[in-house]
Nanobody, 118 residues
């Protein structure tokens, strides 16, 4: 019912910047939390940043001070500055959608690749 479309990934040099976007679409959309996760080959998928419908944010320690998450009602952004090679990963958008009846569903985008290399 909900589709998440990510964009903005690419190749960047260390110290550079990228801005990721994720647009949610679907009928009767009521999104609670949105976030970004990342997964490198052979590693676990980890939280990068999350933001609630009220604007509260949470960041992984490894990106504090470098990344900024923001959102509209249905679109979440991740501004990534001072990128490091260790940031290289596939980045996944996440959204928690509230049901009409009590409950919620979690959706994932297909991922966008971020590669930080000189």
């Amino acid at each position: 019912q909900v589709q998440l479309v990510e964009s903005g990934g690419g190749l960047v040099q260390p110290g550079g910047s990228l801005r990721l976007s994720c647009a949610a679409s679907g009928s009767m959309l009521n999104i609670k939390n949105m976030g970004w996760y990342r997964q490198a080959p052979g590693k676990q998928r980890d939280l990068v940043a999350a933001i609630t419908s009220g604007g509260s944010t949470n960041y992984a320690d490894s990106v504090k001070g470098r990344f900024t998450i923001s959102r509209t009602k249905s679109t979440v952004y991740l501004q990534m500055n001072s990128l490091k090679p260790e940031d290289t990963a596939n980045y996944y958008c996440n959204a928690v959608v509230v049901r009409l009846v009590l409950g919620e569903d979690t959706y994932w985008g297909q991922g966008t690749q971020v590669t930080v290399s000189s």
